[in-house]
């Protein structure tokens, strides 16, 4: 009977092991996801505090191009306020098409365009941009390999078992701007 006591006492202690090992896997990756999505919002609070300058500088030449200016202002706002990765996607959007309305002044204003402000602007938003793209990366790679822990056996019953604290995240998906996308072909000949 003691051999047997110690047999069920040791499987015990290795089922409970594996649930502590399991468990902190899960946190690790949960950590991972959530700091994650901390480096993406770094990346776009430089982004949201490059707007005003960029505003700044084009002001000085195109101040009657103010629709442009204020669309840009209305989607820095929409976007500091974005509550949640699902929120933030489109927001950043918006932002990128205004961006890209004010790039369209500064197309019309060749003294703008050569200004050097207003290239170091351009060479820190691309940057930024570039960061914003890193990050967003290696976010959705931690998203995915969480999501993978906590749905895949074992991990989904250490996740079942603690419902709440392993909740899913969600991808950080920003759209391809139409001048981005692949062209369409069209395979039906053209019968006008």
């Known amino acids: 009977m003691t051999a047997l006591m110690i047999t069920i006492a040791a499987v015990l202690v290795l089922l409970l092991c594996a649930l502590v090992i399991l468990f902190n896997r899960l946190i690790r990756l949960r950590n991972r996801c959530d700091n994650a999505w901390h480096q993406i919002d770094v990346q ?3 982004r949201y505090d490059l707007v005003p300058e960029l505003a700044e500088v084009v002001k000085g030449y195109a101040s009657h191009e103010r629709e442009a ?6 989607a820095r706002t929409r976007a500091v306020e974005a509550a949640g990765v699902s929120a933030q996607g489109p927001a950043e959007d918006r932002l990128t098409g205004a961006i890209a309305g004010v790039y369209a002044v500064a197309e019309r204003y060749p003294d703008l365009k050569a200004n050097k402000d207003f290239l170091k602007f351009q060479r820190e938003l691309s940057s930024t941009e570039t960061d914003i ?10 998203v995915m390999y969480y999501d993978n822990a906590r749905m895949s056996f074992p ?4 996740a079942r078992l603690f419902r709440g604290t392993f909740t899913g995240r969600e991808y950080f998906e920003i759209s391809v701007p139409a001048d981005r996308e692949a062209p369409s072909a069209s395979l039906e000949p053209d019968v006008s």
């Open 155 to 158: 991990g989904n019953i250490v």
């Open 44 to 46: 776009l609070k430089r």
């Open 69 to 74: 200016l204020e669309s840009v202002a209305r």
């Open 133 to 142: 793209a890193g990050a967003r990366k290696y976010y959705n790679g931690a």
